[in-house]
């Protein structure tokens, strides 16, 4: 349990650290970790997310946080997948991808999550459709 707590802080260390340096472009490597850290702290992972900071998919309304945490809870891998340069609707940013961690329907090897942020590392979000692993740019 220590471990997890030391994990979190450290993790919210660096995110807030390249918080701080938004209105600066990314490289490929931190829009990585920024996006490996924000699906942990969002709780898409088997490690403690951060509650107060929870950013809600474009479909999602739940006013019950701990439910939505138990739904999201452990489908995705910590380590990205791959990545692609640019957004969805935007030229510029980032596309970083996580697979998801039960792959037993083969389908379900197909496909994977995408964080989507602009360039600065800002705007970020999880995006609700399923993101084709063929389709990045590289994977990792």
Same mark, same amino acid.
């Given at each position: 349990m220590m471990l !997890? *707590?030391?994990?979190?802080? +450290?993790?919210? @260390?660096?995110?807030?650290?390249?918080?701080?340096?938004?209105?600066? !472009? *990314?490289?490929?490597?931190? +829009?990585?970790? @920024?996006?490996?850290?924000?699906i942990i702290l969002n709780g898409y992972?088997? *490690?403690p997310p951060n509650k107060n900071r929870v950013v809600l998919e474009s479909i999602e309304a739940s006013p019950n946080t701990d439910e939505l945490l138990r739904e999201r809870r452990n489908t995705l891998e910590r380590k990205a997948y791959g990545v692609a340069r640019g957004r969805k609707i935007r030229s510029s940013g980032w596309t970083v991808v996580f697979r998801y961690k039960d792959?037993?329907?083969?389908?379900?090897?197909?496909?994977?999550?995408?964080v989507t942020m602009d360039a600065d590392g800002s705007n970020?979000?999880?995006e609700h459709v399923d993101f084709f692993l063929r389709a990045v740019d590289r994977r990792l």
């Amino acid at each position: 349990m220590m471990l !997890k *707590l030391i994990i979190t802080s +450290a993790s919210l @260390l660096l995110v807030f650290s390249i918080a701080d340096a938004r209105g600066k !472009k *990314l490289n490929q490597s931190e +829009a990585i970790k @920024l996006a490996e850290r924000f699906i942990i702290l969002n709780g898409y992972t088997d *490690l403690p997310p951060n509650k107060n900071r929870v950013v809600l998919e474009s479909i999602e309304a739940s006013p019950n946080t701990d439910e939505l945490l138990r739904e999201r809870r452990n489908t995705l891998e910590r380590k990205a997948y791959g990545v692609a340069r640019g957004r969805k609707i935007r030229s510029s940013g980032w596309t970083v991808v996580f697979r998801y961690k039960d792959r037993s329907d083969p389908e379900m090897r197909e496909i994977g999550r995408a964080v989507t942020m602009d360039a600065d590392g800002s705007n970020m979000r999880v995006e609700h459709v399923d993101f084709f692993l063929r389709a990045v740019d590289r994977r990792l």
